[in-house]
């Protein structure tokens, strides 16, 4: 009874990150949308931090612009697959750790954020400017958080 328990708080503890996330960036999203001119810029720490409006129609830093339908295919099977992996792992009575929940659900939530700018407008809101990085958004904060850790996940078990 106590592994069935803590699966289903594992599920909780999913859900409740990706719909936070998947919330959050739909919510500054919006707000800078209406707040910023596309190329406006607030300073919020003068050099250090800005929020400036970017319509991102590639990937990562902007890399792949313009490929349209693909990069929205990709993120979709990408979902799928972490979903698969969750799936994989509890069907098989696999015990997956609290934190390779926590990242994947990171990733999962970061794409599906920006999934939904790509459907809706063809394009990635971006507004977070750091000035020494490519202006990103909660949805890219979330799927990098959640790669570092999925990536500290392997390395802790291959150790």
């Not at 069907?91 to 659900?105: C, Q």
């Not at 000035?131 to 990103?136: E, L, N, S």
């Amino acid at each position: 009874m106590k592994s069935e328990s803590s699966a289903y708080f594992d599920i909780f503890l999913s859900l409740t990150i990706v719909s936070s996330i998947v919330c959050l960036d739909r919510l500054t999203k919006i707000f800078f949308s209406h707040i910023l001119s596309l190329g406006e810029s607030w300073v919020i720490l003068r050099n250090i931090l800005h929020m400036t409006l970017v319509h991102n129609t590639g990937i990562a830093f902007g890399l792949f612009r313009n490929q349209g339908i693909v990069l929205i295919i990709i993120p979709v099977i990408m979902i799928a697959l972490l979903l698969y992996n969750f799936y994989h792992y509890k069907y098989n009575n696999e015990k997956l750790s609290r934190l390779y929940i926590v990242a994947v659900s990171l990733i999962i939530a970061g794409a599906i954020g920006n999934l939904i700018d790509r459907i809706l407008y063809g394009y990635v809101i971006d507004f977070i400017d750091l000035r020494i990085w490519p202006v990103f958004n909660i949805a890219d904060s979330a799927i990098t958080v959640g790669a570092i850790l999925l990536l500290w996940c392997i390395n802790i078990k291959e150790a």
